[in-house]
Each structure stands twice: as structure tokens, then as C-alpha cells.
């Protein structure tokens, strides 16, 4: 099982950490990707990294204000995100890609957890 939590209500400017955790499998095997969905949008790829920590990707728009990094210990990637804008409001949902490689593109993953709604508004 993989679950995607740390969400919430954040005003702009504010801050989250969002945590993926699985349970019955070991993450280090997998790259882990981070995607949102906002209403009305496509989802899209916001960062990913490889099993091997080696590749980290971000979307152009989180670049600078998102931070992805696994720990292997907890079993748990996260996702910390500063400076957060409306924008940003999504339900962000972690997932595993069995290359390792790590990309943003949806269609290179293979196991998704549920999502963790993140709204950011004053």
C-alpha cells in the first residue's frame, strides 16, 4: 500500500511537508514521482527521484520552492514545499516506477497511492 498524506488549508507564502509511505514493499526499490491534479486540469508531474537518489527532477513551476527526498529508514519520500501559491492547489498523489529511472511523466508509473488534498488560500 502506498499513501500519500500531509495536506492541508496553508495561506500563501506558507509552508508543507508532504510524506509517501508504503507498506508491504520497500521504496528504495522504485523511483518515487510526485503528480497533482487540480479541478478542471490534467494531472502533471511536480518532481521524482530515482531509486538510486541520483536523478531529481522538478517541474519548471515548482523549481526553487519544492524539495524531494527519501528516507530510507522510515521507508518514506517527501515532498516539502515552501512559498506555496493558490496555484498550488491540487491533490497531490505519490507514485512508484519500477525502472527506478524517475521521470514526470504520469505514464511511467506503474503503482499510485491516494491523493492528499493541498489547498493554499487566504
Known amino acids: 500500500q502506498l499513501q500519500a498524506s500531509g495536506g492541508g488549508l496553508v495561506q500563501p507564502g506558507g509552508s508543507l511537508r508532504l510524506s509517501c509511505v508504503a507498506s508491504g514493499f520497500t521504496l528504495d526499490y522504485y523511483a518515487i514521482g510526485w503528480f497533482r491534479q487540480a479541478p478542471g486540469k490534467e494531472r502533471e508531474g511536480v518532481s521524482c527521484i530515482s531509486s538510486s537518489d541520483d536523478r531529481i527532477y522538478y517541474a519548471d513551476s515548482v523549481k526553487g520552492r519544492f524539495t524531494i527526498s527519501r528516507d530510507s529508514a522510515k521507508n518514506t519520500v517527501y515532498l516539502q514545499m515552501n512559498s506555496l501559491k493558490p496555484e498550488d492547489t491540487a491533490v497531490y498523489y505519490c507514485?512508484?516506477?519500477?525502472?527506478?529511472?524517475?521521470?514526470?511523466?504520469?505514464?511511467?508509473?506503474?503503482?499510485w497511492g491516494q491523493g492528499t488534498q493541498v489547498t493554499v488560500s487566504s
Open positions: 507514485a512508484t516506477d519500477s525502472t527506478g529511472w524517475g521521470s514526470l511523466l504520469e505514464d511511467e508509473y506503474d503503482y
